[in-house]
């Protein structure tokens, strides 16, 4: 039995997903969860507070991690494009 090529895409797709929004979800987490118990603590109840640490975070995580990401999303979209020709594409 044959696998289908476009539900095999689907899930790889959706693994990459998780994947590349993993890293800078689980340090969002982790900030939002340290400043809310520090906010919980003091009882200093600033928005901005809350807001501007993740998007420290969110900005050095994409910093740090962005070319793997590229780099990890590139190979896929090769090895995606090379099983788009092998299937039925330009000789």
């Known amino acids: 039995m044959t696998e289908d090529p476009v539900a095999f895409a ?6 990459m997903a998780m ?11 982790a900030i939002g969860l340290v400043v809310s118990v520090l906010q919980a603590l003091t009882q200093i109840q600033e928005p901005t507070l809350a807001f501007l640490p993740k998007l ?3 900005g050095l995580v994409l ?4 070319p793997a990401m590229a780099g990890s999303l590139r190979g896929y979209a090769e090895g995606l494009f090379d099983r788009v020709v092998a299937v039925g594409g330009l000789p």
Do not use: D, S
């Not at 994947?19 to 987490?29: D, E, N, S, T």
């Not at 910093?63 to 962005?66: F, I, Q, V, Y």
């Open 19 to 29: 994947q590349l929004a993993g890293p800078p979800l689980l340090a969002m987490l």
């Open 10 to 15: 689907a899930q790889e797709a959706l693994w």
């Open 56 to 58: 420290v975070a969110m």
């Open 63 to 66: 910093l740090l991690l962005g």
